[in-house]
């Protein structure tokens, strides 16, 4: 990747980088940000399955009980 230079001080060109926690590409593709978030909230789903954690919320549980 071509670098750009502003007041004497050469930046490097990458083709992607991580803005705010958003993977950001020169061409636009978001399929790998999709992949990455979708890969994230799995990692959490099991870690939090393996360590019992409840994930149906109360409103949910009254749901079934009236249901």
Request: hydrophobic share 40%.
């Amino acid at each position: 990747m071509k670098g750009t230079t502003i007041n004497g001080v050469t930046y490097e060109g990458v083709a992607e980088f991580i803005y705010l926690g958003m993977l950001i590409s020169n061409d636009n593709n978001v399929e790998k940000e999709i992949q990455k978030r979708i890969l994230a909230s799995n990692r959490t789903y099991f870690a939090a399955i393996s360590s019992g954690v409840d994930f149906y919320p109360e409103l949910l549980k009254l749901y079934y009980i009236r249901h």
